[in-house]
Each structure stands twice: as C-alpha cells, then as structure tokens.
C-alpha cells in the first residue's frame, strides 16, 4: 500500500491489512489511518520445505487498526451540527452566511 504524508514510511505491508481495509470498506482514494496495533498469533497453511507436504504452522503477524478518515469526520458531532445549520441556511435562501 502506498502511503502519502509528512511522516508517512511510503509503503507499509501486512497480511491483515487487506482483511482489515475490507471490513472497514477502505477503497481506492479513500483517506484513512492505518495504526499498527500490536501483533497477533495466527495459524496459517504452508509447504514443507524439505518434504513439500501441506503443514500448518504458527506465525506473527501484525495487526492492524484501520479507519476512514471521511466518516469519521461526517459522524463528528460538531460536523454533523455544523452541516445541518448549512443545510437550514440554505434552505432558507440564506446562502452568504458561513459558519
């Protein structure tokens, strides 16, 4: 994945990454924040090496916690106030008043 910003490492990898960008519904363009939350102890499927058979084996791998930066700025309280006086103003034809 490529990472854009002031610190950002320009590219960051994890096998839960993916499972975890799906189940936040993260798409192509969406800003988001990727925080490595630790590590995690999983079994996965692999080939033997030296036999070729199938086996399972225990790994390390990283877990992720993943947000849309999008929606968690639309459920904001102070944003969900502020663009339902937008919507009233306009509305009411009142269009030049910011707040």
Do not use: C, H
Not at 43 to 60: A, C, G, K, M, Q
Not at 74 to 92: G, I, K, T, Y
């Amino acid at each position: 994945m490529k990472v854009e910003g002031k610190d950002a490492p320009g590219r960051i990898w994890g096998t839960a990454l993916q499972d975890q960008m799906t189940r936040n519904n993260i798409k192509i363009g969406d800003k988001a924040t990727f925080v490595e939350a630790g590590k995690e102890e999983v079994t996965r499927s692999r080939r033997n090496p030296e036999t070729d058979e199938p086996e399972r084996v225990n790994v390390t791998r990283k877990a992720w916690d993943v947000k849309n930066i999008d929606r968690q700025i639309d459920r904001d309280p102070e944003v969900q106030e502020r663009r339902r006086l937008e919507r009233e103003d306009r509305a009411r034809g009142d269009r030049s008043i910011s707040r």
